[in-house]
């Protein structure tokens, strides 16, 4: 007896059976000849081109060429097909066809954004393709039943909308963002495909999440303010995931229990009320962020042995237990709650610490504050006394805050070893408190003055002092001011051109190779004896002095209004303005080796020419410095340490140090990529997750086993209605 497949089924079977399929199923359908021989006689293909880009395998006899002119012509098909490339045509005559509820609409090319020079033809464009999603999920639709888009873009965002989520097909997204969506019916589940990113947003957006099965090869699952109600666990998460978020106000669970994270870099919690991490197992997890507003945290059992960066915030002391990590290094930490009664063993692990809290004296007590290489503090008052007593023998790095309280003097820690400092103050008016022997060693000075002010650095001298920065706005005095080995000086006006900052600057550097004065208004600048200066870059100055510039290879951006300038530079390279004079009268000479060859400089300069200049780079090595914490550095030598690899250069999601904060942070650069990575363990689909379009067997003479092909087409019939009973067509 011949074995019943489901190509045998009656038509309207068929087409019962066929509404549940995507567009991109049915076109791959066609591929099978027997189904192809079925489906002729039900099926049609309506076009507006020649040109076919998505059902490329229907059959030409199939085709029928949209008229728009012709209202009365016969109907055939119960099934229709359509693609469609100019959206606004079919849409303005959208009242011929609106009698198909079977209708698959299938939209071609790239949807156009709104364009800020209001070219109304794309603006109507998108607007269209946004009513016609409005339609997909309306109960009542006689236009189509399912809307497919075959645009390029690689996030499609879904913003308020009520949707079918079996009624949209985007087979080229690789991620999808649903900001307040809801499902129009909760029972039924989106099309198998395996997306890189999934995003829920807004409480409204607890019904979309149900029509979706997040076990599959997902690698950035992202859900904010849903306030979902379960818990995260091996019947919900896909052990492909590089990226958890989740943002909730109710208590947020996560159960690793059965799953091998081998993939996940990024796991971000925050919550208003309680978090509990549980059984969680992963051989390449970077970043953990936990940050209860009101609740506790309770992180136990885990295995994470390349877990490097860990934000644990909360207003009680967390639970910590049994969670191995070799290599952690920072962590960030802002913990209220806090006595001796607490277990800060996990803390004890990191050798670089954040405190964000105004006692972090509180914190440093019970932890072994000479193994710390990296600290950050706040200088709320003067009532941390006891933190100035505490041994810092191991301290390389140090940023601290200081509060308007602290306007003429510098706190200083116990840390003979630090060399990098950052200062960030509110209303510090003097550069007081620290002198040489406060840190002997230290080689890079940065400062960060918020207010408008007028600020003196005056008579500070340091021999190992390679590198100074300060960015500030109001007056600046850098007066008397003597660093032997300082190689690098940048002062900044943090608001650029835009507000008037005057510098008076006397400073003397023998080494200086690189300096810059950005935005700040020098009325004189004598520069006599820096010989060994390679990099200049003044933008607001009226009279500059620098006649032994014998190593100067670049000079940027001097400014207009110059009332005298004299520059003798035989070895200057590159200079990316002409300086003149505002008034005629003033001094001007500058002698230069601009465009002139190595030999014409050796006649000309004689003694002055160094061939060995010619050699340095157009960019200054200092650069790299410039804007650069200590904890900056640090955490970009955590990022090298994830991307070390060629494919990961531009790994998604994107880490990087927020410069305001100084924390280390990941976004979404809306560029999502597939993540096979050649020398990692490529993704996978998940196990029986039967999806149509995966690579068929070879069919050899137009002709494919019955057997293939009634296993392809049960994953449909499987949801067909339960009441159904075929047996009554045979």
Known sequence: MKKVTVTDLPDEVFIKILQNVSPTDINNLYAIKEVSDKLQDFVTLTKDSEEIKFFTNVPKKSHVMIDYNYFDHARTGLLELFEISDI????????????????MLVITGNMPLT?????????????IFDKLIELSGKRENNLFKVLGYTGTADVITFN??????????????????????TSTDESLKAWAKDFDGLHFIGESSRS?????????????????????????????????????????????????????????RFLEIKSEENIIIKNLNSTTLFHASLISTYGSITFQN???????????????????????????????????????????????KATSLSIATNQPVSFLRFINTDTLKFLKVNFVDDTQHELYSMSFQNLEGLDIYLSEYFDEFVPTLNAPSLKSLKIKAEKLHEFGGIEEDSYPQLEELTLDLVHRQVFYMEDFYHHKLKRLQITGRGFLRVLY?????????????????????????????????????????????????FRKLKYLRITDVRNLVGRNLDSLIKLDSICDGLK??????????????????????????????????????????????????????KISPYEEYIGKTYFIKLGESFISTLMDREQERDYHPRIFVNHQSDKLEYKIDGNFRRFDDPIDNPRKRVENYNIIDKPRKKVENNRINPDPTHQLLMRFVQDFDDDFDDEDYY
């Not at 042995?305 to 191995?324: A, G």
């Not at 006006?493 to 200086?512: I, K, M, Q, W, Y």
């Not at 003149?580 to 400089?601: A, C, N, P, V």
């Open 481 to 529: 001011v003597w660093f032997k080995n300082l190689e690098l000086l940048v002062i900044n006006n943090s608001d650029g051109d835009f507000d008037f900052t005057r510098l008076e600057l006397d400073v003397n550097a023998p080494n200086l190779i690189h300096l810059e004065l950005n935005y700040v208004q020098v009325e004189s600048l004598t520069l006599e004896d």
């Open 208 to 264: 979309i999440i149900k029509s979706f099965d997040l076990r599959t090869a997902l690698a950035d699952l992202r859900i904010e303010r849903v306030n979902i109600d379960f818990e995260l666990n091996d019947k919900l998460l896909s052990p492909t995931l590089k990226r958890i978020k989740v943002i909730s106000d109710r208590d947020v669970v996560i159960d690793g229990n059965n799953l091998e994270f081998n993939d996940l």
């Open 564 to 617: 005298s300038f004299v520059v003798r530079a035989p070895n200057l390279r590159f200079c990316n303005s002409q300086p003149y004079l505002e008034d005629e009268d003033g001094e001007f000479e500058f002698i230069h080796g601009l465009r002139l060859t190595s030999e014409q400089k050796k006649d000309k300069f004689k003694d002055k020419y160094n061939p060995s200049l010619e050699k340095e780079p």
């Open 115 to 127: 364009s800020p020079f209001g070219f109304m033809e794309q603006e109507r464009k998108s607007a």
């Open 302 to 348: 885990a295995e994470l042995p390349k877990l490097q960066y860990v934000e644990i915030q909360s207003e009680t002391f967390p639970v910590i237990s049994n969670v191995n990590c070799p290599e952690l290094k920072h962590i960030h930490t802002g913990i209220n709650d806090i006595d001796s009664s607490n277990d800060f063993s996990f803390f004890q």
């Open 88 to 103: 606004v045509k079919f849409y303005d005559n959208r009242h011929v066809y609106e009698d198909n509820e079977l209708r």
């Open 160 to 181: 308020q909308k009520s949707l079918y989520p079996n009624r949209i097909h985007i087979p080229g997204a690789k991620a999808l963002v649903f900001t307040n969506c």
